[in-house]
C-alpha cells in the first residue's frame, strides 16, 4: 500500500473570506509554523465566488492560492457548493427542500437545497466547471473537496422534485407497477397502485408506513444526493484527471449508503467529533475509523474534520482534555489516516460557529491551543515509516444500511439500536488489541478468518451464500438474532427464518420473545447458562436446532431452557447463532473462544477501561484514553501508558 501523499498531511478547512486580507498575511505565517500542509479552501463561499447569478469573482481566491503557495501550503479546494447563496432561493424557490410534514426550510443557515433539485444542480455544477477551469491547474492544487457533509442537514425532501425523481427511481428498479405492487406488498391496507404517477414519497400519513416504501425512499434519497456528488466529481475529473477528488464522511452516518458511495471516490474522508465528556466514545472512534479505512478497501484515508477542544452545538460542549487532541489524530493515524485535518484553521469571530474551536483560536497564537497544534504538527511529520502502510486485519464485522434502516423502522418486534448492536461486538474485540475491518455483506468473505453477522435482518439471498461460502472455506461466522429474517423487499423469510443461513447455523428460529418494555437495556435482565454463562438483555427467541450444538441456554424468562447460543460445524468451518445479546463480559468469552478456534490473537492481554492498541504497518500503538494511568501487558511484559497518552512500539 502507498499513500496518496508525500507526507502525513495536517491543516484545516480555511476560510480566508471570512476575514480581512491583513488577517491572511498572517495566517500563512502561522501555517508554517504549525506545519500545515493542506488548507481545504471554499467549503462554504459560493455567495462569495457567484455573488450575484452568473457574475464570478475569483479575484480573491486567486490571491488565497496565491499566497498558500508562495507559504508551500497545498489546497485542497472545495466546490462550494454545500451551501447555495439566497439568491438561488430567491429565484428558484422550488430548490429548497421540503420536510416530511409539508414544511418548506428557508435560508439563513446551510445546505438548503432539494437532493433533486434541477436549479441547484445546474447552478452548482456551472460553478465547479469555472473552479475547475480556473484552478485545475494550479500548481498549488492537492485534491478536490466536493460538497461538504452529504446528507448531514437534508438527507431527504419531499419536495415534488423529489416525488418525480422517486417515481423515475422506482421505475427503473421494478419496471412495472405490478412488480412495485409485488415489492411494498401493497395488497396490505389496500395501497395497491395502478400507474407510478400515484406513488408519493413516504410523507407524514396516519398510520404506519409501507415499510418498503419507506426503504426505498431511503435508497433513493442516498443515490439522489450520490447523483449530485457524481456529477461535480465528473466535471473534476474531465478537466484534471490525476487529481483526487473526494467528499467528506461522517462516521457511522445512516442516511447516505456509504458502501455505495465509497465506490465513487478517490479517497475517503472523514469528519469526527466525539463527545469529550463520554469516557467511552473513544469505541465507537476506533470503530469509525476502522469504517473508513474499510470503505476505501484498505487504503489510507484522510481525517477530512475534527477539532482542537470544544465543539458548539451540544447542549454542554466539554473541552478535549489536554493530550486528548493529539491522542485521537494519533488514533485515526494508527487505524490508517494519512491526513489530520480540523473544523477549521482559524476560529470564526462571527456567525454560528463563533464558539467551536479551530487550530487557531480567539486568542490568537500565544494560547495552549496553538502550541499543541504546533507541536501535533510537528510529529506528525515525523511518522514517515507508517505514512501509507497497511493495518491488517483479520476479523471482520458486517455493516450494511438496508439493515440499518430496516432494524429501526416503526412496527418492529423491539426498538434497537442498529449502532449500538455492532458496538457491543466491536468492543469486546477493541478491549483485546484485535483489529477488525468492516464489511459490505455480498461480498467475498474469504480474507478474514471470522466474521461477525450482527443483526443483519434485512438479508439478500446473494449475501447469504456468501456467508456461507465463506463458512464452509473454513471460516468462523457469528451471527446473532434478528439477522435474514427478511429479504431485501422486507419480506418476511417463512419456515424458520435465516433462509440459507439456516444450513450454515444448523438452527431455525421459531418464535420471537423480545425482553418486555420496561425493563433496562443496561440490565442483565436474563441470564444464560452453559458453555458460556452471562447476564443478556433484549431479546430471546425459541431455536429449533438441527445440526448444531447447543452451547448455552436461557437460564430464565419465556425461553427458559432452551438454546441461546449454537455452534454448527460446516464444511471446513463453524457457525455460532446468538440468539440474544450477551453481556460484554458474555461476548469477550464467546468471541475468545472463536478467535482461539481460528488462530487470532490480539495484540493486549488484558482488557482496561480506555485502553486500545492498534498495528499499522510494522508499529504497535497502544493507547490510553482514560484519565488515568493504565498498566497494561504487552508481549508479556507490564507497561505503563500515561493517561491520555500512547506508547509506540516499534
Ligand atoms: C461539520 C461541518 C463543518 C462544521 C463542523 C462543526 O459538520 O462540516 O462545516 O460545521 O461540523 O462541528
Known amino acids: 500500500m502507498t499513500s496518496l501523499f508525500p507526507s502525513v498531511r495536517f491543516g484545516g478547512d480555511y476560510n480566508p473570506d471570512q476575514w480581512p486580507r491583513e488577517v491572511w498575511d498572517e495566517d500563512v505565517v502561522l501555517m508554517q509554523r504549525a506545519g500545515v500542509t493542506t488548507a481545504t479552501v471554499g467549503v462554504f463561499s459560493w455567495a462569495r465566488l457567484e455573488p450575484s447569478p452568473g457574475a464570478f469573482d475569483f479575484e480573491w481566491l486567486d490571491d488565497v492560492f496565491a499566497r498558500l503557495h508562495a507559504g508551500g501550503i497545498r489546497v485542497m479546494m472545495a466546490t462550494a457548493t454545500a451551501s447555495p447563496p439566497p439568491w438561488l432561493a430567491a429565484l428558484h424557490p422550488e430548490s429548497l427542500p421540503v420536510t416530511a410534514s409539508g414544511v418548506r426550510l428557508t435560508v439563513g443557515s446551510r445546505q438548503q437545497y432539494s437532493p433533486s433539485s434541477s436549479a441547484y444542480r445546474e447552478y452548482a455544477l456551472r460553478l465547479v466547471q469555472k473552479l475547475a477551469e480556473r ?17 448531514c442537514h437534508v438527507p431527504r425532501s419531499y419536495d415534488a422534485e423529489s416525488i418525480a425523481a422517486f417515481r423515475a427511481w422506482l421505475e427503473a428498479r421494478y419496471g412495472t407497477i405490478a412488480d412495485l405492487n409485488a415489492a411494498w406488498g401493497t395488497s396490505f391496507w389496500s395501497q395497491g397502485y395502478g400507474s407510478f404517477d400515484e406513488v408519493h414519497a413516504p410523507a407524514d400519513a396516519p398510520s404506519f408506513k409501507n415499510p418498503t416504501q419507506v426503504l426505498d425512499f431511503d435508497r433513493f434519497s442516498s443515490d439522489a444526493l450520490l447523483a449530485l456528488f457524481t456529477a461535480e466529481r465528473d466535471i473534476l475529473r474531465a478537466a484534471t484527471p490525476s ?20 465506490k465513487q471516490m478517490d479517497f475517503i474522508t472523514d469528519d469526527s467529533y466525539p463527545d469529550p465528556s463520554d469516557p467511552n466514545s473513544y469505541v465507537q472512534l476506533a470503530a469509525s475509523r476502522d469504517l473508513m479505512r474499510s470503505l476505501g478497501g484498505g487504503k489510507p484515508w484522510l481525517l477530512m474534520e475534527q477539532t482542537t477542544a ?14 486528548v ?3 485521537q489524530s494519533l488514533q485515526a493515524h494508527a487505524r490508517g489516516a494519512d491526513g489530520i485535518l480540523y473544523f ?10 463563533k464558539f467551536h474551536s479551530a487550530m487557531v483560536p480567539h486568542g490568537g497564537a500565544d494560547t495552549r491551543v496553538f502550541r499543541e497544534v504546533e507541536a501535533l504538527g510537528a510529529e506528525l511529520a515525523t511518522l514517515t515509516d507508517t505514512l501509507g502502510t497497511d493495518v491488517p486485519a483479520r476479523v471482520a464485522i458486517l455493516i450494511d444500511w438496508d439493515s440499518w434502516h430496516a432494524l429501526e423502522q416503526d412496527a418492529v418486534p423491539t426498538k434497537l439500536s442498529y449502532i449500538e448492536q455492532l458496538l457491543a461486538w466491536y468492543r469486546p474485540l477493541l478491549d483485546s488489541g484485535v483489529t477488525v475491518d468492516f464489511a459490505e455483506a455480498g461480498t467475498d468473505l474469504s480474507a478474514y478468518s471470522v466474521v461477525i453477522v450482527p443483526v443483519f435482518v434485512a438479508a439478500t439471498d446473494a449475501a447469504l451464500v456468501a456467508i456461507d461460502d465463506f463458512v464452509a472455506g473454513g471460516g468462523r461466522a457469528v451471527v446473532t438474532f434478528q439477522s435474514a429474517v427478511l429479504d431485501e423487499r422486507l419480506h418476511v423469510r417463512l419456515g424458520g427464518y435465516l433462509g440459507q443461513l439456516q444450513q450454515t447455523l444448523g438452527v431455525s428460529v421459531e418464535e420471537f420473545a423480545p425482553v418486555a418494555a420496561g425493563e433496562s437495556d443496561d440490565l442483565p435482565a436474563l441470564a444464560i447458562s452453559g458453555g458460556i454463562t452471562s447476564g443478556a438483555t433484549l431479546w430471546q427467541e425459541i431455536v429449533n436446532p438441527t445440526t448444531a450444538e447447543v452451547v448455552s441456554t436461557f437460564s ?25 445479546l450477551p453481556d460484554r463480559g458474555g461476548i469477550a468469552e464467546l468471541l475468545g473462544q472463536v478467535l482461539a478456534e481460528a488462530g487470532v490473537t490480539g495484540e493486549l492481554e488484558s482488557s482496561a477501561q480506555g485502553v486500545e492498541a492498534v498495528r499499522r504497518g510494522g ?5 490510553n484514553h482514560s484519565a488515568v494511568d493504565a498498566e497494561v501487558s504487552i508481549g508479556g511484559s507490564p507497561t505503563v501508558v500515561p493517561a491520555h497518552d500512547l506508547i509506540i512500539v516499534g
Open 325 to 327: 487532541n493529539r491522542l
Open 135 to 151: 484552478y485545475g491547474d494550479h500548481p498549488a492544487l492537492e485534491a478536490w473537496h466536493v460538497g461538504n457533509e452529504y446528507a
Open 556 to 580: 430464565d424468562g419465556f425461553a427458559a431452557g432452551l438454546p441461546a447460543i449454537t455452534r454448527n460445524s460446516r464444511g471446513e468451518g463453524a457457525a455460532w447463532y446468538v440468539a440474544t
Open 310 to 323: 470544544a465543539v458548539n452545538w451540544r447542549p454542554r460542549n466539554a473541552v478535549k482534555p489536554v493530550g
Open 344 to 353: 477549521q484553521w482559524r476560529q470564526a469571530k462571527a456567525g454560528a460557529e
Open 619 to 623: 508499529t504497535l500503538f497502544v493507547f
Open 243 to 262: 487529481i483526487p477528488i473526494t467528499t467528506n464522511f461522517m462516521g457511522f452516518f445512516k442516511d447516505a449508503d456509504y458502501w455505495k458511495w465509497a
